[in-house]
């Protein structure tokens, strides 16, 4: 167990050390899966065959306690100056492995025998109540251009809401080959390079951890995939990346403490949002499933899972991107004035990813063009067969080269 300071490469030694223990026993896992019959069932949501086992999620743990007993402080200490203002200045490491211990467990229990909603969310809230006693609390956060926002009395319930519902964030995401482990990858590489700038290196290695043990899951569970991560595995990795983000990036006075963790994790949070707000609308129960997540939306204009994952894959990278430029970029430096130049750099950026994101939410769509180039299709072409009517709107929705829409 290494202390004190730590160096760069520790944050890029756990994430290797993770990753080859995740990798390695992935199929393991597996084996133990198909054993105690836990295989993936059929499901109205998601695009994976049944018949898939489950308990990846076990791997990712181990992959994780490995690496934070060889890497990470007791303590994950916050330097004094980048102490939010009445925040704790330390997080207890083995009560966030603790929190990662049960959730996997809950996870799991839930993958054998299908757990009602509301236990499930008892023990979300339960091992976020975990990290939460552990130190990962917020009571501080700073907007930029609008400045800090203090709840210290709140702190504690605020940081509980925001671990569940990472945690559930990232379990709607998991519907597709390879997809919610390759997002937290990137998500999580994102949270360690910002981490590390901010000089609170044990929150770093945190995440870095954590996107190596799902890089290392990934190896086995990209498309054709021979097994999922299951509950285990997507809440656990939501509870760990939204640990990084307390222990990082939020519990600080930086200028980006809050909107960083938005953009970087603005996938998932879109999904579920969608999702979410289109059951709300026709009166079903927020946690019931369906075929209206992105890559559900990609399927069904004819994408392969391999092309759905490698889209949502950019579009993370370039959002990931936008949340680094803003925390390295010297755009605000000391706090104390604006650089122009660096404003205008970081707005640049963020047009590229509003433009991805613009050009995706069209591609998936959210904003019915898929459907109303069909009806053109239809209108223009109304002998041709449905399924040549379906290849084309779907090419021409990929590319943008169409010309009218109704």
């Not at 210290?152 to 390879?178: E, H, I, K, R, S």
């Not at 290196?201 to 021979?226: D, E, K, M, Q, R």
């Not at 803003?326 to 430096?333: A, C, F, T, V, W």
């Not at 998936?364 to 040549?388: H, N, Q, S, V, Y």
């Amino acid at each position: 167990m290494l202390s004190g300071d730590m160096h760069e490469w520790d944050v890029v030694l756990s994430f290797v050390v993770a990753a080859a223990i995740a990798a390695i026993l992935t199929p393991a896992a597996g084996r133990l899966a198909r054993r105690l019959g836990m295989v993936a069932r059929t499901r109205e949501s998601g695009l994976a065959p049944a018949h898939t086992p489950l308990l990846g999620g076990l791997a990712i743990l181990a992959g994780i306690v490995v690496a934070a007993a060889i890497f990470m402080p007791h303590v994950i200490t916050l330097p004094r100056t980048a102490r939010a203002a009445g925040t704790h200045g330390s997080v207890d490491t083995w009560g966030l492995v603790g929190g990662a211990a049960l959730i996997t467990l809950v996870g799991a229990v839930d993958d054998l025998v299908d757990l009602s909603w509301w236990t499930k969310l008892i023990g979300q809230v339960a091992a976020a109540v975990i990290a939460v006693r552990a130190g990962a609390i917020v009571t501080d956060v700073t907007i930029p251009f609008v400045g800090a926002f203090q709840f210290p009395n709140a702190g504690g319930t605020l940081t509980v809401l925001w671990l569940v519902m990472l945690m559930n964030v990232v379990n709607f995401t998991d519907g597709v080959d390879g997809l919610a482990a390759g997002l937290c990858t990137i998500d999580g590489v994102a949270f360690a390079i910002i981490a590390l700038n901010l000089g609170v290196a044990g929150a770093a290695i945190l995440a870095a951890l954590t996107a190596g043990a799902a890089l290392g899951f990934l190896v086995h569970n990209f498309h054709p995939a021979s097994v999922f991560m299951g509950d285990a595995g997507s809440n656990l990795l939501g509870y760990m990346l939204g640990t990084a983000a307390v222990a990082g990036s939020l519990k600080t006075n930086a200028v980006v403490a809050l909107l960083v963790p938005l953009v970087i994790l603005a996938i998932p949070f879109l999904d579920t949002s969608f999702v979410v707000a289109k059951r709300l609308k026709y009166r079903r129960a927020p946690w019931s499933r369906d075929a209206n997540h992105f890559h559900d939306r990609f399927a069904r204009i004819g994408f392969s899972q391999r092309k759905t994952v490698a889209y949502l894959y950019a579009w993370a990278l370039v959002l990931a991107g936008l949340a680094v430029a803003m925390r390295l970029l010297p755009y605000h430096p000391h706090n104390t004035h604006y650089n122009w130049l660096w404003v205008g750099v970081l707005i640049a950026i963020g047009a590229v990813a509003l433009a991805a994101s613009v050009y995706l939410v069209i591609v998936l769509e959210i904003l019915k063009f898929g459907r109303a180039r069909m009806t053109d299709l239809r209108e223009t072409d109304p002998a041709a067969p449905e399924a040549e009517i379906r290849a084309r709107a779907a090419r021409d929705v990929e590319t943008g080269e169409f010309t009218r829409v109704q």
